[in-house]
Nanobody, 124 residues
Framework: QVQLVESGGGLVQAGGSLRLSCAAS????????MGWFRQVPGKEREFVAA????????YYGDSIKGRFTISGDNAKNTVYLQMNSLEPDDTAVYYC?????????????????WGQGTQVTVSS
């Protein structure tokens, strides 16, 4: 099993920045990909970004390209999401996730482990 713990959410004004962190523990050797999704009430979980641990390849959702950056520290089993130029539409619960595949990374079903989520609120 793998446990994921997110931190770094909060309230920020439009145009501001936040940095989310997610630390993995447990059977981390099995993890090939770590990423972030977000969700607002009444909507499906939306892909934000993913990071493959072996090659460091990054993937981004269309709505956040150019504003968010995902990075990872394999030694610390931690993934980060730097969010810049935040907009009110970025308000959501952000979930850290980890999986054992490098395929179909835009889909929640590709991930086996999920954190509890951290709230990000962007005020206008």
């Amino acid at each position: 099993q793998v446990q994921l713990v997110e931190s770094g959410g909060g309230l920020v004004q439009a145009g501001g920045s936040l940095r989310l962190s997610c630390a993995a523990s447990g059977r981390t050797v099995s993890i090939s990909t770590m990423g972030w999704f977000r969700q607002v009430p009444g909507k499906e979980r939306e892909f934000v970004a993913a990071f493959t641990r072996n090659t460091g390849t990054t993937y981004y959702g269309d709505s956040i390209k150019g504003r968010f950056t995902i990075s990872g520290d394999n030694a610390k089993n931690t993934v980060y999401l730097q969010m810049n130029s935040l907009e009110p539409d970025d308000t959501a619960v952000y979930y850290c996730t980890a999986g054992i595949t490098e395929n179909h990374l835009h889909q929640p079903r590709s991930y086996a482990y999920w954190g509890q989520g951290t709230q990000v609120t962007v005020s206008s």
